[in-house]
């Protein structure tokens, strides 16, 4: 059954409970069953994802005749499963590149996509990690995708165990993006001045410790009361945060156009990858060519470290659900910095120790 109200290629029906379903069902693509209502935005980014073949991708030629057991069998479950789509929609471009480049590799003229899935052993994952090298990071990438896969084979039946596991990831040198030091944040603000866009998007991130992706997406809908409110495009975590003075100003001093803070030179919502290489424009333009918005979120995390923060509220900001995820973002906390907060903590702790002492011997000695 076919609405007219509903988008092109989506169509709806009810299950035998009488409750109604939509799907996207198009020529020579996988059929997509939506999880949102029509008119919702996360509706909307279901069907983008779909039209753009993510979430329904083409049906290759020959890929109806996967052999049963094979990769080409368990990538096209996966791709339909939860743990490949609950994620989004830029993380699972990301995972399904990583995955069919994998999938199209060949050793000794077989396809890695024509492998029987309980073939795989151990070695043969260190032997495809390592044809990567020297590129670990996408090495290193291609281990985590590959042990997610196959947790997903041995809960379908397909596997009995996952060999990836057992292998080791290669040590990366370096802390991935640079974390801005507190030199190269005031030399952007001289740079750009409170009221012009390039310094709200600037703010919008350091000041909430958002991914760009996410900044790009706030505006005055964002807003409430005192509170900037947002469900993570990534993670899909929502954060509530209380509106910082420097990011009020910010946002008070700067013209708003339609629905979002941060909008192209046409008034339009920038794209992720626009909002990134405008944003990688305005650091070359205060000459920071190592730094980038990704950093910049690294930076307001060693900022609330730096503050004496635990990982639980530094979490509640960045919307992290792990204290090895917020250890990465917080290396770059200035060591004197929290040597002398500790200090500080231990100070205090020996002093009110001390008095509780104090008192005890002045209570014994009046007992006495």
């Known amino acids: 059954m076919k ?9 709806t029906f009810r299950d035998r409970h009488g409750k109604a379903h939509y799907r996207y069902r198009r020529t020579g693509f996988v059929t997509y069953y939506f999880k949102n209502e029509p008119g919702t935005d996360a509706f909307l980014a279901e069907l983008r994802a779909c039209n753009e073949g993510v979430s329904a991708p083409a049906i290759k030629a020959g890929a109806n005749r996967a052999i049963v057991g ?3 069998d368990l990538l096209s479950r996966y791709y339909r499963s939860p743990d490949f789509l609950d994620p989004g929609e830029r993380t699972r471009v990301v995972y399904r590149g990583t995955l069919e480049r994998w999938r199209s590799r060949t050793r000794k003229g077989r396809r890695y996509g024509e492998i029987m899935v309980r073939e795989l052993q151990p070695r043969h994952v260190e032997a495809m990690l390592a044809e990567l090298l020297p590129h670990r990071t996408s090495a290193n990438m291609l281990r985590k995708r590959l042990s997610a896969l196959m947790k997903f084979a041995m809960r379908i039946g397909m596997a009995g165990s996952n060999p990836v596991i057992v292998t080791r990831p290669f040590k990366i040198s370096g802390g991935g993006f640079h974390s801005w030091s507190e030199e190269e944040i005031a030399a952007y603000e001289r740079r750009h001045a409170i009221g012009t866009v390039a310094r709200l998007a600037f703010d919008l991130m350091i000041w909430t410790g958002q991914r760009g992706g996410d900044a790009r997406k706030m505006g005055p809908a964002s807003v409430r009361d005192t509170r900037l409110e947002l469900t993570q495009e990534k993670t899909k975590v929502f954060v509530s945060l209380p509106i910082m003075p420097g990011l009020a100003e910010s946002i008070l001093a700067t013209p708003t156009v339609g629905a979002f803070f941060v909008v192209t030179e046409f008034g339009k919502q920038f794209s992720v990858k626009g909002f990134g290489n405008k944003f990688r424009q305005w650091c ?3 000459g920071l060519p190592n730094c980038s918005a990704h950093g910049l979120r690294k930076a307001a995390a060693r900022r609330f470290a730096e503050a004496g923060c635990s990982n639980q509220e530094i979490k509640a900001w960045t919307g992290h659900t792990t ?9 770059a906390a200035d060591q004197r910095t929290l040597s002398d907060t500790a200090a500080d903590k231990l100070l205090a702790n020996l002093a009110e120790r001390l008095a509780k002492d104090a008192a005890k011997a002045l209570k014994s000695g009046e007992n006495k």
């Open 323 to 331: 204290d090895s995820e917020v250890a990465r973002y917080t290396a």
């Open 3 to 11: 609405r007219r109200w509903l988008p092109k290629h989506v169509s």
């Open 284 to 286: 070359d333009e205060a």
């Open 70 to 72: 094979t990769f080409d």
